[in-house]
């Protein structure tokens, strides 16, 4: 039987998740559900729509992560993600930052249940394809079960099937987004109450997950899916066996130096097309991480210095520091 879509992603993470990023991750597994960055519906109503819109093919399944709080607007931007060929439209209800709030949008979006389930509802009414919704346990100091439990039944009333639930509250006040990710305490416990209250939703855990095994005893434990974010971010051949052990494919069959290779050619592709493959190299630095010489891989591919030469000359220069960090120590 085909594993539920959300069974296993990687979450949706600013300045991180972008197409090159995800390009990279689809080399290591074929079938983890991705997410963009978030896109403001501003961004998408007067900005350039293909710059946020675009992604490569091999990104599939691929979903878009919206935020933005106006029904109209929101339903607007859903269409577009349906036409640009997106799998899912994603609601952010989760964003601690300024920015985000300023806006109306993100996390604080949980005081006001209602208006998340109008424009889940207006998304739903637009298009044809899963329309979802990413949120945190609670807000500032409001700690109750229930509060969440209220969110993810109104919110649900209106048609939303799936949640993906950061098992921390945001703390609007106060706090950095960096420190929002670490400071609250995680409640893993809210989102099993969640799957027990609602069974025939989809929930997801988001937050703090870190290893195989911790993603192997969520999901034995009833939960429906599970994302990780900044690991699989900074080491990301963790998601090397994640098509065999968790979604019943096949493994992809690269081994580091294969992964590297096809970034190689995709940085030259990207470099012809006039994009800069420093902008490309960075999402692929923990590639090597936890092996021999991988501290002089990194330094050699975030050497500003080396951006004039071409990805595979820098990448001849990565693999000798790796391969000989004591003779790349010594040079340096």
């Given at each position: 039987?085909?594993?539920?879509?959300?069974?296993?992603?990687?979450?949706p993470m600013?300045?991180?998740?972008?197409?090159?990023?995800?390009y990279?991750h689809?080399?290591l597994?074929?079938?983890?559900?991705?997410?963009?960055?978030?896109?403001?519906t501003?961004?998408?109503?007067?900005g350039?729509?293909p710059?946020?819109?675009?992604y490569?093919?091999?990104?599939?399944?691929?979903a878009?992560?919206?935020?933005?709080?106006?029904?109209?607007?929101?339903?607007?931007c859903?269409?577009l993600?349906?036409?640009?060929?997106y799998?899912?439209?994603?609601?952010?209800?989760?964003?601690?930052?300024?920015?985000?709030?300023?806006?109306a949008f993100?996390?604080c979006?949980?005081?006001e249940?209602?208006?998340?389930?109008?424009?889940?509802k207006?998304m739903?009414?637009?298009?044809?394809?899963p329309v979802t919704?990413?949120?945190?346990?609670?807000?500032?100091?409001?700690?109750?079960?229930e509060?969440?439990r209220?969110f993810?039944?109104?919110?649900?009333?209106?048609?939303?099937?799936?949640?993906?639930?950061?098992?921390?509250?945001a703390?609007l006040?106060?706090?950095?987004?960096k420190?929002?990710?670490?400071?609250?305490?995680?409640?893993?416990?809210?989102v099993q109450r969640?799957?027990?209250?609602?069974?025939?939703?989809?929930?997801?855990?988001n937050?703090?997950?870190t290893?195989?095994?911790?993603i192997?005893?969520l999901?034995?434990?009833?939960?429906?899916?599970?994302?990780?974010?900044?690991?699989?971010?900074?080491?990301?051949?963790?998601?090397?066996?994640?098509?065999?052990r968790?979604?019943?494919?096949?493994?992809?069959?690269?081994?580091r130096e294969?992964?590297?290779?096809?970034?190689?050619?995709?940085?030259?592709?990207?470099?012809?097309?006039?994009?800069?493959?420093?902008r490309?190299?960075r999402?692929?630095?923990?590639l090597?991480?936890?092996?021999?010489?991988?501290?002089?891989?990194?330094?050699?591919?975030?050497?500003?210095?080396?951006?004039?030469?071409?990805?595979s000359?820098?990448?001849?220069?990565?693999?000798?520091a790796?391969r000989?960090?004591a003779?790349?120590e010594?040079?340096?």
């Amino acid at each position: 039987m085909e594993p539920n879509p959300w069974r296993l992603s990687v979450a949706p993470m600013m300045d991180w998740t972008d197409r090159h990023c995800r390009y990279f991750h689809r080399l290591l597994t074929h079938r983890t559900r991705l997410y963009t960055e978030m896109v403001t519906t501003g961004a998408l109503l007067h900005g350039d729509v293909p710059r946020h819109l675009d992604y490569n093919d091999e990104e599939h399944p691929l979903a878009l992560q919206l935020g933005g709080s106006e029904p109209d607007d929101l339903a607007h931007c859903a269409r577009l993600a349906q036409q640009w060929g997106y799998d899912e439209v994603n609601l952010n209800c989760g964003c601690p930052s300024d920015r985000v709030q300023r806006g109306a949008f993100g996390a604080c979006l949980m005081a006001e249940p209602q208006l998340v389930a109008d424009g889940v509802k207006a998304m739903r009414d637009a298009v044809s394809i899963p329309v979802t919704v990413k949120h945190r346990i609670g807000i500032d100091r409001i700690e109750n079960y229930e509060f969440v439990r209220d969110f993810v039944g109104t919110v649900a009333a209106a048609g939303c099937e799936v949640f993906i639930v950061h098992a921390r509250n945001a703390w609007l006040q106060g706090l950095s987004p960096k420190e929002n990710r670490e400071v609250p305490p995680l409640r893993y416990e809210f989102v099993q109450r969640l799957k027990r209250d609602f069974p025939a939703l989809t929930i997801a855990i988001n937050g703090g997950i870190t290893t195989g095994a911790q993603i192997e005893s969520l999901l034995a434990e009833g939960l429906d899916g599970v994302m990780v974010g900044r690991e699989a971010y900074h080491h990301p051949w963790l998601m090397a066996d994640w098509d065999s052990r968790f979604l019943g494919a096949e493994p992809v069959q690269r081994d580091r130096e294969q992964v590297e290779a096809a970034m190689i050619d995709y940085m030259e592709r990207q470099s012809r097309e006039g994009e800069p493959w420093s902008r490309i190299a960075r999402h692929m630095l923990g590639l090597w991480n936890g092996q021999p010489g991988a501290r002089r891989w990194r330094q050699v591919w975030s050497d500003h210095k080396l951006k004039a030469l071409p990805p595979s000359a820098v990448a001849g220069l990565a693999t000798q520091a790796r391969r000989h960090p004591a003779v790349a120590e010594a040079a340096a």
